[in-house]
């Protein structure tokens, strides 16, 4: 595996939790480095072990991996990219690099997102990705105790998977680690009240997947996953280029113009962009305006997809709850929450109230770096425990 540097963040994080890394351009990676033979540290010593060690909590998204340090926050926040050249298997590039090749590479290099529809499809770049964040926060290995880790993983992940993953940040150099569901996380980071007996309504649009999830006491009462989130609006776009226009274009570029002008409830000012692709018929590059009500009648299955999930939660959660889920809003979390007017959208169908969360985009990993700093208060809201890593 080649060593990288860390390239500067992906993500339009609207917080300057990312300042830190941004300084830290000169890291050097020891990626090959042998995993720090397994310590046994009894659970005795972990509350003085905890006062030292940098607790690490991490969102295992399907777009992006982000990473929050106890004490220093978000420190890295990069699409969950690898690029690979298939032919030797070698990993050339991790996270933000790697999304640059999207579209870009040669025959022999493939750029995978191995979390893409919420499943691990490819463990073991999985676990390279995983390994690759880690180290690169837990550098200073002889200096710091191993960090306690807490991994977001998204719901649909098998137990063989869960045991992967836990396996992966273990052999990262973890002295303990232990998941969340994503949409757990992202209700805590969201600042919900999570441990109250009271229903909370959490929707996290993420690339993949889309989770909608009812939490009381703790737990996660009712929840529903689909695999349609912001890349499918991606495609969505891309087929509309096509269908209209006979125009091919990325899913890249398609992703900027969702960005950039992308809705789900009529704008007060609809706004115009340009399609840029090749021209199917002539062979030849184009550019055609496309305006705001454009690309959200392209997005619209998607959109109702994501709708549908949510009233179809509504519909089998208790009714107890959903009293209170009426009194406090519906919240939405995760890249796809940004989308403007898809608050509104809900709010028409739902008939609720409903609040994108403060910086959508790092709900979850906020939310695992709330639990690593209190465990005891958030113990039922982890995935349980099927084996315990340091009983080995
Ligand atoms: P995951 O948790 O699956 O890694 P994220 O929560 O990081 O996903 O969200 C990534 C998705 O959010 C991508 O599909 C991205 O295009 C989309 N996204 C990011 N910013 C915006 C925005 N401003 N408007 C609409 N979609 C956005
Ligand atoms: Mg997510």
């Known amino acids: 595996m080649r060593e990288g540097r860390s390239a500067g963040p992906a993500l339009p994080l609207r917080r300057p939790a990312t300042a830190s890394f941004q300084g830290r351009r000169d890291v050097i990676l020891r990626v090959n480095a042998a995993p720090r033979p397994e310590g046994v540290s009894p659970p005795l010593f972990d509350g003085l072990f905890g006062l030292f060690s940098r607790d690490i909590g991490i969102d295992l998204g399907t777009a992006n991996t982000l990473v929050h340090v106890r004490g220093r926050g978000i420190v890295i926040a990069e699409p969950s990219v690898v690029a690979k050249d298939h032919r030797t298997g070698q990993i050339l590039a991790i996270g933000a690099e790697a999304k640059r090749m999207v579209g870009r590479t040669p025959a022999s290099i493939v750029a995978i997102r191995p979390l893409k529809d919420g499943v691990i499809s490819d463990f073991d770049i999985t676990e390279q990705m995983l390994n690759y964040f880690i180290r690169k926060v837990h550098e200073r290995a002889l200096l710091f105790p191993r960090p306690r880790v807490i991994v977001g993983i998204p719901s649909g992940v098998t137990e063989v998977e869960k045991r992967a993953v836990q396996d992966a940040a273990i052999s990262a150099g973890a002295r303990w680690a232990r998941l969340v569901e994503e949409p757990m996380a992202a209700a805590i980071g969201a600042g919900l009240p999570v441990n109250e007996p009271t229903g909370s309504m959490i929707v996290d649009i993420g690339g993949g997947t889309t989770e909608v999830a009812v939490t009381s006491l703790g737990g996660i009462v009712i929840s529903r996953s689909i695999r349609i989130g912001g890349d499918e609006m991606d495609s969505d776009i891309v087929q509309y280029a096509r269908r209209e226009f006979n125009l091919l274009m990325g899913e890249r570029t398609a992703e900027d113009i969702k960005i950039a002008i992308g809705s789900a409830y009529p704008l007060d000012e609809e706004v115009s962009t340009y ?3 090749r021209d199917l018929l002539t062979g030849l590059p184009r550019s055609i305006e496309v305006t705001s009500a454009q690309i959200r009648e392209a997005i619209e299955p998607s959109i109702e997809a994501i709708v549908d999930a949510i009233k179809a939660t509504i519909e089998e959660t208790p009714p107890e709850l959903i009293a209170d889920v009426m009194d406090q809003g519906i919240y939405l979390a995760g890249g796809g929450a940004l989308l403007r007017g898809l608050d ?23 939310g695992c770096g709330m639990i690593v700093e209190d465990l005891p208060k958030y113990e039922r809201s982890l995935v349980m425990e099927t084996y315990s890593p340091n009983s080995r």
Do not use: I, K, N, S
């Open 275 to 277: 399609f840029r692709g």
């Open 344 to 366: 509104t959208r809900v709010a028409e169908a739902t008939q609720m109230a409903v609040h994108v969360a403060e910086d959508p985009l790092t709900c979850v990993v906020r």
